[in-house]
Antibody, heavy 118, light 109 residues
């Protein structure tokens, strides 16, 4: 059974940093690209970032480019999102998502909540 | 950026009814379109990918159609567990710049 378990969310002040983690199990992690998708309270879904299966290629939404860094450790079966220069508009539930055979997401974690507030 | 527009925003329907949700792309996404269902407090769940292929374990009452810029998700006979928010997502870009629709909420009439 595929499982994705996010952690690392919390309350952070504007301008602060936070690192999210996503522990994966139930599939061969190193074979699949992974993404982070966020959802602001009561709002829709926004794709944030993606990383290739090897970790060699990374992609970002314009809204986080230059502030967030996605990475992965294929030995630890873990995905990361390093977030810096956080803004109030980054407040959201952050989901880790496994890419399917193309760019859709076939499995999602339960999310970790990031709140940016003073 | 490819903008995805879903309509209507909210749909009030009765159990057993047939319902069709719409999703429009601001430019062609070929058949690179997925649908997700999200219930309150839960993560999204993949229903349809490739515009018309049901994901593993998804009941046959869910069907998707369309290509290019116009897509639909049809639920043939609404069950109680189908009342939720439905999102469409395009994945046509490379490098990836995936975008989602704003969602359609199905509520009980």
């Amino acid at each position: 059974e595929v499982q994705l378990l996010e952690s690392g969310g919390g309350l952070v002040q504007p301008g602060g940093s936070l690192r999210l983690s996503c522990a994966a199990s139930g599939f061969t992690f190193s074979n699949y690209a992974m993404s982070w998708v966020r959802q602001a309270p009561g709002k829709g879904l926004e794709w944030v970032s993606a990383v290739s299966s090897s970790g060699g290629s990374t992609y970002y939404a314009d809204s986080v480019k230059g502030r967030f860094t996605i990475s992965r450790d294929n030995f630890k079966n873990t995905l990361y999102l390093q977030m810096s220069s956080l803004r109030a508009e980054d407040t959201a539930l952050y989901y880790c998502a496994k890419r399917g055979s193309s760019g859709y997401f076939d499995y999602w974690g339960q999310g970790t909540l990031v709140t940016v507030s003073s | 950026e490819i903008v995805m527009t879903q309509s209507p925003a909210t749909l009030s329907v009765s159990p057993g009814e047939r319902v069709t949700l719409s999703c429009r792309a601001s430019q062609s996404v070929s058949s690179n379109l997925a649908w997700y269902k999200q219930k309150p407090g839960q993560a999204p769940r993949l229903l349809i990918y490739g515009a018309s292929t049901r994901a593993t374990g998804i009941p046959a009452r869910f069907s998707g159609s369309g290509s290019g810029t116009e897509f639909t998700l049809t639920i043939s006979s609404l069950q109680s567990e189908d009342f939720a928010v439905y999102f469409c997502q395009q994945y046509n870009n490379w490098p990836p710049a995936y975008t989602f629709g704003q969602g359609t909420k199905l509520e009980i009439k």
